[in-house]
């Protein structure tokens, strides 16, 4: 199958259109060509805030982006649906969308199984977030953080801290500044969700000649792949209890999965630490 058809039978472009894209849209490709061309989808769920994607590989999980262009055009039953198919909609300009495509990317490629032979660590519970994991090679340096994450004012006390927001708080640098700044940097921190708003190809380009590049959140991509694209550390998440997830998304209390069936994860590229220390 390569079109998503919804409930109006309108045609969506798939896995085959993404496929004849030019090599702006390299990332994408090689993330959705890395699926199994024949797992399907169960079905696809949306919250609030969180999308969950079950597909014959495992569960998938994405935060929800919204904004961008057109309206949604998918239909509520997914079943059957090719999994690359479903995934080549990361690319969708509309970004509910976009963020069913990030979630379907995960469902094959954040499965425990899949994500433990390729490095991954789960966190335990009660672990806090890649930002204080990484606090003590980040004190004194110069951090860029793509995305107001809760409470994350709090580096201020260990590093020089630029926020780069696409709705800016007080404080915050728009994030068009992120050309003059990211440069600049020795380490960037950037929400998942930039892969959803097509933002992460510019700014992984940007960030290569910082000390580290870290992605945080429910829609990373857990793949050895973004290691290729300039990548140190995947911070993300697993659908470890897909019923207790489930249940949550459901109940609409989505804020409180990580304590109900998503743990925590984290994926460093090998050799990155070390190549730290040595230039220390």
């Not at 993330?31 to 696809?44: E, M, N, R």
């Not at 580290?212 to 991509?221: A, C, D, E, R």
């Amino acid at each position: 199958m390569s079109m998503l058809t919804n409930n109006t039978s309108e045609e969506i472009p798939g896995y085959d259109e993404l496929m004849s894209r030019g090599k702006e849209w390299k990332l994408y490709q090689d993330l959705v060509s890395a699926i199994d061309p024949d797992v399907q989808v169960k079905d696809a769920y949306l919250g609030q805030h969180c999308i969950l994607v079950e597909a014959e590989s495992g569960w998938g999980m994405s935060m929800v982006a919204h904004g961008g262009a057109g309206r949604y055009r998918l239909g509520p039953d997914q079943q059957g649906i090719s999994l690359r198919d479903l995934a080549s909609l990361a690319t969708s300009w509309n970004f509910m969308e976009a963020s069913v495509g990030v979630a379907a990317i995960n469902a094959w490629h954040s499965t425990e199984e899949r994500a433990s032979a390729n490095g991954m660590k789960i966190e335990e519970k009660g672990t806090n977030d890649g930002f204080d994991l990484y606090r003590e090679i980040c004190t004194g340096k110069k951090v860029v953080v793509v995305g107001h994450f809760p409470a994350i004012e709090r580096l201020n006390e260990y590093c020089d801290l630029t926020i780069l927001e696409r709705n800016p708080s007080e404080g915050d640098t728009p994030d068009p500044g992120c050309e003059y700044i990211i440069p600049e940097a020795d380490f960037l921190f950037s929400t998942g969700l930039t892969l959803t708003n097509k933002t992460m190809p510019r700014l992984l380009e940007l960030s290569r000649d910082c000390a580290g590049t870290i992605l945080v959140g429910p829609s990373v991509v857990p793949s050895p792949i973004m290691f290729d694209y300039g990548v140190d550390c995947l911070g993300g998440s697993v659908v470890a209890d897909p019923e207790r997830a489930m249940h949550s998304l459901m109940s609409g209390l989505e804020r409180g999965m990580f304590h109900n069936g998503v743990l925590k994860m984290r994926m460093e590229r090998p050799g990155w630490l070390e190549e730290l220390d040595q230039k220390a």
